[in-house]
């Protein structure tokens, strides 16, 4: 990929740099979106607000999402326009529109998208859209964290030997984790735990029926509000960030404790110096007011001249000490990971070629043979975290696997849907995938 420009090379740019050049030479970063639902919609909004990036072809099931979506943004959006196949889309991008194309397909076929922006939320679809954008070979930001912790190491090594680059997005609490990983990795300290405050109260049995008033009121659809009160979405994002830093939860679905934020690095250290971790390494989240929004790494620093330096700044006598981001912006920073992308070729998070750990479901009430799943977030199961080692002992169904599944022996409330009693839907691509991924990686453990 060339980054030069005629004065001189972009990847001598700062980024707000680069995309200010490329505002004045009229060539943006071109982004297709998949999935213009709440965080789409800000998707929209925000890539109005910046130089040099626009979105120019969208897909959502319900093509009216796109023109209310450009309608919030006012004036500055581009004008959506129905274009059917990749040709209209090439040809609507050209004469400076936005192409609403019905399907993902159209989007990442086209000529004239550099990146492409999975924000349905579908672990299937998901897998489609990235394999899709990989193989026309484009760039692929993962809003999908979901499909990431299901078959993100494969579509990562397929990225690879396409050119392009597979990113999980900035904003969300995996990739916010993982700046504070590598700023302290990059100093030579090792992460004894990172994580992330929880949002909501933690349910595990909610269901939707009982969220329907409260997700109208936060303009949410109620199965999402529920992923996040029940765990699920905790788990699903401590396990991206665990198989992307190689890292581990230290006990199934985490400890979750109600330790704030001056107290993280007295919780969540080894036994040894009285914490709640049985070894180092580990993800975990808090429950407690004030650490939500923000997101934490716990380091262990020893050298005495360090702890010295560390005290004099007020952060703590050690030897743990605590790292935070008070926020995450969610989908506002969402662009940002597609002009890396594109500009400098650049991830900001992705997954190991070996995962270190899974999202496995235990079911919500007592599920009888022949029962078809539902959808995470919804009435049969809720997400848990598990090491890979744990995951393949208990033959542990992988929650983005889960949805159309089909329970074949009675699995009673709270037991792990695993391959022994649950059969995935086949005909699904995230299942064919995931069977790929599988061999895969025994394939690299086994070199």
Known sequence: MDT??????????SLVDALLRR????????????GVGQMGTDIVVQTTQMPGIEIVAAADAIAERVSEACAIAGGSARQPTTAANPAEVATAIREGRLAVAPSY??????????VVIDATGNPNVGAMVALATIAAGKHIVMMNVEADITVGSYLAAKADEKGVVYTLAAGDEPCCTMELINFVRSLGYPVVAAGKGKNNPLKFDATPDAYEEEAHRRNMNPRMLVEFVDGSKT?????????????VPDLPG?????????ELHKVLCPREDGGLLSRRGVVDFSVARGVAPGVFVIAEMRHPRIRERMEDLHLGEGPYYTFYRPYHLTSIEVPLSAANAVIYGRSLMRPLPVPSAEVGAVAKRDLAAGETLDAIGEYCYRGIALSRADALSLKA???GLAQGAKVTRPVRKGEYLTYENCAPDESLMIAKVRKEQDAFVAGLEGR
């Open 4 to 13: 030069r420009t005629p004065a001189g090379r972009a990847s001598d740019d």
């Open 23 to 34: 505002e004045r030479e009229g060539r943006p970063v071109r982004v297709g979106l998949i």
């Open 105 to 114: 397909e159209a989007v990442c076929a086209a000529e004239g998208v550099d």
């Open 235 to 247: 788990m699903v994002e401590m396990v991206a960030v665990a198989n992307a830093a190689g890292l």
């Open 254 to 262: 985490m400890h979750g404790p109600a330790a704030p934020r001056e």
């Open 397 to 399: 169904l992988p929650i």
